[in-house]
């Protein structure tokens, strides 16, 4: 198991984007613009983050 941490803030409003990307903007626990939350470093969240990487802010990577 990681325990490596991962900061992710949503920077970008999610109003006109695809349902499927709302979903995984949600998924990694984010409700609001300039919402952060710290996610584990694991290839699942990578990859949630790489998906919709243009309404985010990453630190720790």
Do not use: F, W
Request: include cysteine; proline fraction near 2%; charge should be positive.
């Amino acid at each position: 198991m990681s325990d490596k941490k991962i900061k992710v803030t949503l920077v970008k409003s999610v109003i006109g984007t695809k349902q499927d990307h709302r979903a995984t903007v949600r998924g990694l626990g984010l409700r609001r613009l300039n919402h952060s939350v710290e996610v584990s470093d694991t290839p699942r969240m990578r990859g949630m983050i790489t998906k919709v990487s243009y309404l985010l802010k990453c630190e720790g990577l």
